[in-house]
């Protein structure tokens, strides 16, 4: 929101610089992200966190003058030469502004035009170049004539970007009077949170303003008329109170539309709108000073759709389908949650967002019909984004605006209306205020404030703080009670209520003089969220192996999740969950796998990058039966290796192939890591993945997760680019049955203090044993004696014969209480062997 100064001083008296002021305001929760300074000297540099930009313009070279006469340009039909009084003397200076040749060889004007006149040497901006370029004038010629300094156009001047036809200054202007006198100002362009609402005006702001400052507030005194009631010039008719809480109707009759008046338009450019006519900016220039958007309706046109019987207005929602064409002339397809305001013919304009055409106001309008209502900011925020349609309007409903707020916003856009296009203005307003919002009263003490803030601050200061932000407020013993004023939505009731005084009573309070304490309250029980710390564990584990951690959307389409699955497999037949309102239907539906978005990343990657290392931890949503209809969400675990076991570098490195090893290597890894020492590998198939490279993973009998190699068909889905030939490797993991697995205690044991003995058995077995079964058996056989078994080697040669591999193990015994024997590790050993050779056939290898 951009907020001129001088504006705020309206309603608040400041006598603050501007940083101090930015400053201010800044602490008190509402960031002013930029300063533009209007002509007023340049806030010190490092004075303000905020960006300042504008024009300071010098006081003795930037003045008002007045143009006497409009002379032609003895060489150029475009130009002409203005004879000038800049209170110093006469000047005839060139122009060649189109808003003058009216005036042209017409002789000495009967009313001087005032204007803001710029002499040699002053510092502008260029009018004729993109953006704002600084330029010094100086004596040149043009055209045979001489011309030293100019008549200046708004650009120029910094105030706007109309840079064609020069600015009219108030007829009562005197000539030589510094233009900074006149028009300096600065504006604060406020970055405002939803829960600001109340400041998206100047009052709003400038309340804020005096609450911290102690100055008094000056409130815009509202006309006694017209009155509240029923009148009889329309009705209304509210379908939904909760979507349309309040509708209030005003009329004006026999206005003259015209321009506004100049330091109305002036007001209007520095808060960033465009100047339409008077009725128009009546309504702006209302939301802007007390923040009510309001709409005006060409009267006229409402009675002739109305067959000239009374007019009805109904608020209700649009029917699918229906079509509206807004100000902006473009016709608009509406869905059902969007609010209309309609008469009985038809949609007249999308509530709290923008006007219908057919009704709006224009030069022949003659009686206007103006709105001021409340509406659902849930709403009108869906309607903005879904109708891509941003507004003022839309800006404050969609933050919230109090109910209260239309009917002081109607009686003081009339008042403007009837000052600046005349009119009779009807004594009586049609008021259909169906749902008035309660309003929310909080106790708060002393102690309260002390435990929240740090700070002792007295029954009576809490109270004057409040009452200066509007709050009714009574005190009882060592209680404040306090109800909040009717411009506010945001303030809470109970727990929540007495957080939100809190906070208005540090904003009053001032951040900056809170001091530094150290917290006195007890320290809460701390409680472990075990399966937190076990999911962060996986995390660390992971990173710690080497891979990096992938956060992806959770929206995905059907389309783009079928490219996991190979043509002629069975298809992912479960429902997909849509979004209500989604961004684009590439992002309309909630996944169904983690390991397609770790693929679509892989996918991205693979053309910049000759290792792929990924993992990606987050739910999907499948179908439930939960009554509620929300989904069932499942977390997952997904890891993708493809490319160089490492990259290449200046000390030598394997920069092979990964392969299926390096991902079970990993996977092993993580599950000792996590001490889940009992995992099993078993070959299987899924369709995802290559036939013969697939295995499931168990731990303690459950199947956890499948991993291996992508499966071709569903690798030529995917666009790897034209260099990255690798295998893709992945593994997809349950999760929420990992954690489950995961022990909650782990148990240690001391450091040995007695030597080991070493031992490599090398066995000769047949291909189809996995190498875990004998790794199975020798644990079981060797017992506590045996502290680790270990597969170094693994050989294959025709002596060994057909079908036959030599798996060569380092075995570890060790005593927690003594020394090992020879004897008896080799009793142990011999046992170990006749083992595999009865139920493995294994023979030791000569």
């Given amino acids: 929101m951009k ?86 003397g006469e000047r005839i200076v060139l122009t060649g502004a189109p808003n003058l040749f009216e005036y042209k060889g017409k002789g000495v004007l009967p009313v001087p035009l005032k204007v803001a006149y710029a002499k040699e040497g002053s510092v502008i901006y260029d009018g004729h170049q993109e953006g704002y370029v600084l330029t010094t004038l100086k004596r040149t010629k043009i055209r045979g004539v001489e011309s030293d300094s100019m008549v200046c156009s708004e650009k120029e001047l910094g105030i706007s970007d109309e840079h064609e036809s020069i600015m009219f200054l108030e007829p009562d202007v005197i000539p030589g009077t510094p233009l900074v006198d006149i028009l300096g100002d600065a504006v604060l362009d406020l970055n405002l949170l939803p829960s600001y609402a109340r400041c998206a005006s100047m009052l709003g702001l400038a309340r804020e303003i005096a609450a911290m400052t102690g100055k008094k507030l000056k409130l815009p005194t509202l006309p006694l008329t017209p009155q509240n009631g029923k009148a009889e010039f329309a009705s209304i008719e509210i379908t939904d109170p909760n979507l349309n809480p309040r509708f209030v109707l005003g009329l004006i009759r026999d206005i003259e539309i015209k321009p506004s008046p100049f330091k109305i338009q002036h007001r209007l450019k520095l808060a960033g709108m465009r100047p339409i006519n008077n009725i128009v900016d009546a309504t702006n220039y209302t939301m802007l000073e007390i923040g009510e958007p309001l709409h005006a309706f060409d009267y006229d046109v409402l009675k002739k759709r109305a067959g000239n019987k009374p007019v009805k207005i109904i608020t209700r929602s649009a029917k699918d389908g229906e079509t509206l064409i807004t100000l902006d002339g473009v016709e608009r397809k509406l869905d059902s949650g969007t609010i209309l305001v309609c008469d009985e013919a038809g949609p007249l304009s999308i509530a709290g967002v923008m006007g219908g055409m057919e009704s709006e106001v224009n030069e022949n309008t003659r009686s206007v019909l103006l709105e001021g209502a409340s509406w659902n900011m849930i709403h009108i925020r869906r309607t903005t984004r879904a109708q891509n349609l941003p507004s003022e309007a839309s800006f404050r409903f969609t933050r919230g605006v109090h109910p209260a707020m239309a009917e002081k916003g109607v009686k003081r856009g009339l008042e403007l209306m009837a000052a600046w296009a005349g009119g009779k203005i009807d004594p009586l307003l049609f008021d259909n205020y169906p749902l008035p ?31 200066q932000l509007e709050f009714s407020v009574k005190i009882s013993g060592n209680t404040v009670k306090a109800i909040a004023p009717d411009h506010r939505l945001d303030i809470g009731e109970g727990t929540t209520g007495k957080a939100d005084l809190v906070e208005e009573i540090a904003r009053i309070y001032g951040y900056d003089n809170i001091p530094e304490t150290r917290i006195s ?115 997952r675990l997904a890891i ?86 690798y295998p893709i490797l992945a593994a997809d993991l349950d999760m929420d049955l ?8 782990t148990k240690t044991a001391d450091v040995p203090a007695f030597p080991a003995v070493v031992e490599d058995l090398a066995l000769v077995l047949d291909e189809t044993i996995p190498a875990d079964r004998a790794v199975e058996l020798i644990q079981q056989t060797g017992g506590k004696l045996l502290s680790s078994v270990r597969l170094f080697d693994v050989f294959r040669s025709e002596q060994l014969g057909a079908g036959k591999v030599s798996l060569a193990y380092r075995l570890t015994y060790q005593a927690m209480d003594r020394t090992l024997t020879d004897n008896e590790v080799s009793t142990l050993r011999n046992k170990i062997i006749k083992r595999l050779e009865y139920e493995l056939g294994a023979k030791l290898r000569s």
């Fill in 738 to 745: 990992l954690i489950k697995l995961i022990p909650d205690l």
């Fill in 521 to 635: 309250d007890l320290l809460p029980i701390q409680r472990s969220n075990l399966r937190l710390v076990k999911e962060e564990r996986t995390r660390d584990l992971l990173v710690s192996l080497g891979l990096q951690e992938v956060i992806s959307y959770r929206w995905t389409t059907p389309e783009r999740e079928g490219r996991r699955l190979p043509p002629g497999s069975e298809v992912d037949d479960k429902p997909y969950f849509r979004i209500a309102n989604p961004l684009a239907y590439e992002k309309a539906f909630l996944r169904h796998s983690v390991l397609t978005s770790l693929l679509d990343t892989a996918e991205r990657n693979s053309r910049r990058y000759p290792r792929l290392a990924f993992f990606e931890i987050g739910p999907v949503f499948l179908q439930s039966e939960d009554p509620s209809g929300l989904p069932d969400e499942q977390n």
């Fill in 640 to 725: 993708l290796l493809a490319g160089q076991r490492n990259l290449q570098g200046w000390q030598p490195a394997d920069t092979g192939t990964m392969d299926f090893y390096d991902l079970k290597g990993i996977l092993t890894s993580l599950l000792n890591g996590l001490n889940l020492d009992h995992a099993k590998f078993n070959a299987a198939k899924h369709p995802t993945f290559h036939p013969g490279k697939c295995a499931v993973i168990t731990v303690e009998g459950q199947q956890i997760g499948v991993v291996g190699e992508i499966h071709p068909k569903v690798r030529e889905a995917y666009d790897w680019g034209d260099t990255f030939k």
């Fill in 3 to 88: 907020a001129p100064i001088s504006w705020l001083k309206d309603f608040v008296d400041i006598d603050l610089s501007i940083s101090e002021l930015a400053h201010l305001v800044t602490m008190a929760g509402m960031e002013v992200e930029e300063i533009r300074v209007i002509g007023l000297p340049m806030p010190e540099t490092g004075s303000t966190s905020a960006r300042v930009t504008g024009l300071a313009w010098d006081p003795n070279k930037i003045v008002a003058a007045a143009i006497t006469e409009v002379m032609p340009h003895p060489n150029a039909d475009r130009l002409t030469l203005c004879r000038l009084f800049d209170g110093q």
């Fill in 437 to 467: 919002p309660s309003a929310a009263e909080v106790e708060i003490t002393p102690q309260d404030v002390k435990r929240s803030l740090g700070i002792d601050l007295s029954i009576e200061k809490i109270a004057e703080y409040l009452k």
